[in-house]
């Protein structure tokens, strides 16, 4: 049986990496899979916790969690698609026609 | 606060009034406002896909129709004694109640707003409104929210739904500029907000804020590695939603690509509804370390000098209204500061230090912090659904491209060309900066005197100089409008639903700020659920 610190390690390195890529990363679709990222090792430390704890808020949790982030990607999908086509590029860096 | 005396009911205040008759709400009462909200978005959605007339003004009618429904029967609430409702999931009390009348109040003014707004640039659309309503429905159930989950989940329904509206003109640039900030910022923090929330899980054992309340002085102690982060990161995820100063980049970009009827209700409602998530969090994990008081005094203070310092240095009106909401945020976390000053006292950080004063206690001051909050949320929103209302009706149709598209030369000769817009504009300056005689001096007045009474002098003195340096800008606006030709360009056309909604604000404005009573009487009568 695998133990429970060897999730929750991999629940704390997936967000690290998630935040890393968000915080690099250029590629607006990039970007968005590593806010993904973070909400699954969001999910993954639920899960961990749960067998922890020995009850079902844990796992509650995440299917809540599932049904967010459908629902961001699929409005945050579209609004990169309408960017896509108001600018033909998806680079995060080129996205500043406001200026302060 | 005499108001007050402590009814001590399973770790609640009660109000002196005759509580003992008086039941707390059920669950249908306490969730009837929302239900309204979303079961009309619903019904809008239907509209739009089978409605055969060309006409969609009814939409937005619709739309303020059920917000002013379901604010009066959210009103109705806010005098019903407090209490937990859906199995301790939820809390129904005066903190609630008034949330939810300010989002109603929020979305019934905005829908208006954009009735006027798209009418003239033929985008009428039903699913606008319907968002608006679904936003407004996840405010209502954000405050009443006890569970981290559930706080959660209603945070990303108001914020998925605004995430749509900011995006409404998707073929303009700064609209879909200003969504995509938006959207892949907010997912962020919302990100950081879950997995401090499953962190704290691990650590307590729980996610329901008043078990957390007893849990987490002991789990600092004996897992400070899982409770310490998760407590981090959930702040960071909720500091980012009211645009406390780090996190506060994308408020000036979000506000100022938005459509301006979104815009205000961001400004309005989303600031309020975050800010009662926050509220609600720090009410229950406050009191387990001084650390927290120290991370609040200097949230508030680096957003109060950071956000009119910005401010100043804008000429675009609708960006320095931004970066003022930024300021105001400030203003308002010194009340949520002087929630645990009575739990730390004598805890020096320099200027910030909290001094020891006589008078309050535990009792007296939370209740007195938690008024001047909704008091001040609430003049903010009515100040600001009118000041963004009135660059709704000055902008032009075909604005987006340009860069000066709300430059204050827009505003040159105002009052002129429409006084009552101009006078109407005067007045939400005042209020905003805190001139005596309006509602905002007044929310001001509340909010200063808990953070002395607190002992937060050093803050609050902090406060008293930035809204002092915060008076620059706004009455820039103002000199512009009354002391500066007007130029031979159009100005916005004049519909009556976007008038109504200025003279509404405009009148509230003055008169709440000449007579408080009544509204000061309600919000004290409001039953607030605090833990002890």
């Known amino acids: 049986m695998i133990p429970v610190t060897a999730c929750l390690l991999l629940s704390a390195m997936l967000f690290c990496l998630g935040m890393l890529g968000f915080l690099l990363r250029k590629n607006a679709l990039i970007v968005f899979m590593s806010v993904e990222l973070m909400l699954n090792a969001a999910n993954l430390a639920f899960i961990g916790f749960a067998r922890v704890h020995g009850d079902i808020t844990g796992h509650v949790s995440v299917f809540f969690v599932i049904a967010v982030a459908a629902a961001e990607a699929a409005v945050g999908l579209a609004i990169i698609i309408a960017l896509y086509r108001n600018r033909k590029t998806l680079d995060v860096d080129e996205v500043r026609f406001m200026k302060h | ?532």
């Open chain 2, 1 to 532: 606060m005499s108001a007050f005396p402590s009814l001590a009911f399973s770790s609640m205040l009660l109000p002196a009034m005759p509580a003992s008759t008086v039941s707390p709400p059920s669950f249908v009462q306490t969730l009837l406002p929302a239900a309204i909200l979303a079961v009309t978005a619903m019904l809008l959605m239907l509209t739009e896909a089978f409605s055969v007339s060309k006409s969609r003004s009814y939409q937005a009618i619709l739309a303020a129709g059920a917000s002013a429904v379901a604010g009066f029967l959210a009103f109705q609430n806010t005098q019903l004694p407090a209490g937990f409702i859906l199995n301790d999931r939820g809390v129904a009390d005066g903190f609630s109640s008034w949330i939810t009348l300010i989002a109603c109040l929020a979305a019934g003014m905005s829908s208006l707003l954009a009735l006027g707004f798209f009418r003239q640039r033929n985008a009428e659309r039903g699913e606008f409104y319907a968002l608006l309503l679904f936003a407004a429905a996840g405010m209502s159930l954000l405050a009443v929210s006890n569970e981290l989950i559930t706080l959660f989940v209603n945070l990303e329904l108001m914020s998925v739904a605004t995430y749509a509206l900011a995006a409404f003109w998707r073929r303009g640039n700064r609209s879909v500029e200003s969504a995509f900030k938006y959207f892949i910022l907010g997912a962020f923090a919302s990100a950081i907000l879950i997995y401090g929330v499953a962190l704290l899980y691990g650590a307590t054992g729980t996610t329901q804020l008043n078990l957390l309340h007893t849990a987490l002085p002991n789990a600092l102690k004996t897992t400070p590695w899982l409770s310490w982060p998760g407590l981090i990161l959930v702040l960071t995820g909720l500091s980012f939603k009211i645009a406390a100063v780090p996190l506060h980049m994308w408020t000036p970009d979000v506000y100022e690509g938005a459509p301006t009827p979104v815009t205000a209700l961001m400004g309005a409602g989303i600031k309020a509804a975050a800010f009662v998530a926050l509220v609600r969090v720090v009410l229950h994990v406050g009191d387990s370390s001084a650390v927290l008081l120290h991370i609040l005094s200097f949230l508030a203070a680096i957003t109060m000098v950071v956000g009119n310092l910005m401010a100043i240095a804008q000429r675009n009106v609708k960006r320095m209204l931004a970066y003022s909401s930024i300021a105001h945020a400030g203003y308002i976390l010194i009340g949520v500061a002087a929630l645990f000053t009575t739990s730390h006292w004598g805890n020096d950080v320099g200027v910030l230090s909290v001094t020891k004063v006589a008078t309050p206690t535990i009792e007296t001051l939370r209740p007195a912090a938690l008024q001047g909050i909704l008091f001040y949320l609430l003049s903010y929103a009515i100040t600001v659904v009118g000041a963004f209302g009135v660059l709704a009706a000055i902008e032009k149709r075909e604005d987006d491209g340009a860069a000066d598209a709300w430059d204050l030369n827009r505003l040159s000769g105002l009052a002129t060309r429409r006084p009552g817009w101009a006078l109407a504009m005067a007045l939400f300056m005042f209020s905003m900066g805190g001139i005596p005689s309006t509602i905002g001096f007044l929310g001001k007045l509340y909010l200063f005197k808990v953070g002395i009474s607190a002992g937060l002098i050093g803050l609050s003195v902090l406060g008293v100089l930035a809204s002092a340096a915060g008076m620059y800008y706004y009455l820039r606006v103002i000199v512009y409008m009354y002391m500066k030709p007007s130029p031979e360009t159009e100005i916005g056309l004049r519909h009556w639903s976007t008038e109504f909604v200025l003279a509404v604000s405009a009148v509230a404005v003055i008169l709440l700020g000449l007579l408080p009573g009544p509204l000061l009487d309600w919000l004290s009568q409001a039953a607030l659920f605090i833990p002890n």
